[in-house]
T-cell receptor, first 115, second 115 residues
Framework: GAGVSQTPSNKVTEKGKYVELRCDPI?????LYWYRQSLGQGPEFLIY????????DSGLPNDRFFAVRPEGSVSTLKIQRTERGDSAMYLC?????????????FGPGTRLTVL | AQKVTQAQTEISVVEKEDVTLDCVYE???????LFWYKQPPSGELVFLIR??????QNEISGRYSWNFQKSTSSFNFTITASQVVDSAVYFC????????????FGTGTSLTVIP
């Protein structure tokens, strides 16, 4: 079956611009997660959705970051006024239920480069 | 404080050698899960194993084995008779019942298997 997909695979933008990163979870998975991975580091949690609602957004670094999941499936991570420090790999994952019980399946990521 | 520590940043072994990747975790929760993921050069995180806090039985899957010891808060991963295809970054992760919405990842261990 299809895994988690993310588009685009690479995004290069200029400082100050707005970007959107898309995640298509595995069909039927109710939980969706966004992580950010900097070079040489492990993924860091950003936000978690259960269905349509953001159940935990405590990992978002500041109010320039926002994510939505309007129909409980596809999610979009939005970054306003991008900064060079936002450059990283952005990973999306989905699971059948709460992460504490279920493994997360990860997508290939979107590599964001802010010039 | 780092909840998951992978002290080995990089390891190189010659093909067919055994190698152990260390993982030490920290939690006050009595119910938690530990995971190992593999991130090959292609970038996509691949789930390897999940272990809950009430099951300290070691597990073997082919050339892979895992040693979970609550007394030392460790969940180590051994690859027997390593192969070039095992070259990747390996991440250990923790999820807790009380903060069950996210994984806490270690910083990863980069394994290179030399032919």
């Amino acid at each position: 079956g299809a895994g988690v997909s993310q588009t685009p695979s690479n995004k290069v933008t200029e400082k100050g611009k707005y970007v959107e990163l898309r995640c298509d979870p595995i069909s039927g998975h109710t939980a969706l997660y966004w992580y950010r991975q900097s070079l040489g580091q492990g993924p860091e949690f950003l936000i978690y959705f259960q269905g349509t609602g953001a159940a935990d957004d405590s990992g978002l670094p500041n109010d320039r970051f926002f994510a939505v999941r309007p129909e409980g499936s596809v999610s979009t991570l939005k970054i306003q006024r991008t900064e060079r420090g936002d450059s990283a790999m952005y990973l999306c994952a989905s699971s059948q239920g709460l992460a504490v019980y279920n493994e997360q399946f990860f997508g290939p990521g979107t590599r964001l480069t802010v010039l | 404080a780092q909840k998951v520590t992978q002290a080995q940043t990089e390891i190189s072994v010659v093909e067919k050698e055994d190698v152990t990747l260390d993982c030490v975790y920290e939690t006050r929760d009595t119910t938690y899960y530990l995971f190992w993921y593999k991130q090959p050069p292609s970038g996509e995180l691949v789930f390897l194993i999940r272990r809950n806090s009430f099951d300290e039985q070691n597990e073997i899957s082919g050339r892979y084995s895992w040693n979970f010891q609550k007394s030392t808060s460790s969940f180590n991963f051994t690859i027997t008779a390593s192969q070039v295809v095992d070259s990747a970054v390996y991440f250990c992760a923790l999820s807790e019942r009380n903060t069950g919405n996210q994984f806490y990842f270690g910083t990863g261990t980069s394994l290179t298997v030399i032919p």
